[in-house]
């Protein structure tokens, strides 16, 4: 089973989304749901997602679990709830309660845009995630370089909550060579067997008109390295990848990038791990 572990819905006509200022944002800011991606998923014989938040909204999470409900191949979502709030733990149990709540599988917030880079060490979010781990689920972290020693400090503070790096940390794939700096902040996760990291997020980071499967090559080998094959998924970030690549252009170009791996190492990176990490409902129980 290959399972897509990070991709959105959205529609700007009825929230606002900061992220997509800008007329360089112009080609997705319309909607997007599961009738538009159904397609995607046929042709590129994917048959379980996991849906992502995209704004620090309660309602946007509810709205998720209910789409989640409703849609066959939605396994997972991970939501937004306020880490800051005294009554985290109290929020996160009545989305278990909702319509789909059961589809509950990690929590997710906005990091790299955070004015501090140490804001996963505050008090109160550290309090915050200790509840996310209570409540059974999975943090992804959406963080960039100078939020990855934030979130080395967190992981290694809290090792029975299991977190999962969103998009490789987005490494700066553009300047046309290796990162030397994400590099660094990123190797000392490798020692850190509750991080995994998603194979997501690089055809945005890489030149949008022009990258190619040797520009992300790079990446792909050292995270491959640091992480190794069960510790690592595939994610498309639709539809923000559409801003370079389309979905199966997406699906090809990881698939082409991960050639040096045993043959082994695929079906665990394209959909047993996220299906083990995350704790999805696939229906191969029913």
């Known amino acids: 089973m290959i399972v897509d572990a990070h991709h959105h819905f959205w529609d700007p006509a009825?929230?606002?989304?900061?992220?997509?200022?800008?007329?360089?944002?112009?080609?997705?800011?319309?909607?997007?749901?599961?009738?538009?991606?159904?397609?995607?998923?046929?042709q590129a014989?994917?048959?379980?997602?996991?849906?992502?938040?995209?704004?620090?909204?309660?309602?946007?999470?509810?709205?998720?679990?209910?789409v989640a409900a409703a849609?066959?191949?939605?396994?997972?979502?991970?939501?937004?709830?306020?880490?800051?709030d005294p009554n985290v733990g109290r929020a996160l149990g009545d989305l278990?309660?909702?319509p789909g709540g059961n589809l509950l599988v990690g929590v997710r917030h906005q990091v790299h845009d955070e004015v501090d880079a140490a804001w996963l060490c505050r008090e109160d979010v550290r309090r915050g995630l200790s509840a996310v781990e209570a409540a059974g689920l999975v943090y992804d972290l959406?963080?960039?370089?100078?939020?990855?020693?934030?979130?080395?400090d967190t992981a290694r503070s809290l090792p029975r909550l299991h977190f999962v790096i969103d998009h490789i940390a987005k490494p700066r794939i553009t300047a046309g060579r290796q990162d030397a700096a994400w590099a660094d902040a990123m190797?000392?996760?490798?020692?850190?067997?509750?991080?995994?990291?998603?194979?997501s997020g690089m055809v945005t980071e890489a030149d949008w008109a022009a990258w190619t499967v040797e520009?992300?090559?790079p990446y792909v080998r050292n995270v491959v390295g640091w992480f190794g094959e069960n510790r690592l998924m595939f994610g498309s970030?639709?539809?923000?990848?559409?801003?370079?690549?389309?979905y199966g252009q997406v699906v090809e170009a990881l698939q082409q990038a991960l050639w040096e791996i045993p043959e082994g190492a695929r079906p665990k990176i394209m959909g047993a791990n996220a299906v083990r990490i995350y704790g999805l409902a696939t229906g191969a129980e029913e």
């Open 14 to 42: 009825q929230a606002d989304y900061p992220w997509m200022a800008g007329d360089a944002m112009a080609p997705i800011r319309r909607a997007f749901g599961p009738d538009d991606l159904r397609p995607l998923l046929q």
């Open 45 to 66: 014989g994917i048959e379980r997602t996991v849906l992502v938040q995209t704004r620090s909204s309660l309602a946007e999470t509810i709205e998720f679990l209910a």
């Open 71 to 84: 849609t066959d191949f939605v396994a997972g979502v991970v939501g937004w709830v306020d880490l800051a």
């Open 96 to 98: 278990k309660q909702r």
């Open 142 to 152: 959406l963080v960039k370089t100078p939020q990855l020693p934030a979130a080395l």
């Open 187 to 199: 190797a000392p996760f490798s020692e850190l067997p509750n991080v995994s990291c998603k194979l």
């Open 215 to 217: 520009d992300l090559q």
């Open 237 to 246: 970030d639709w539809p923000v990848c559409l801003l370079a690549a389309s």
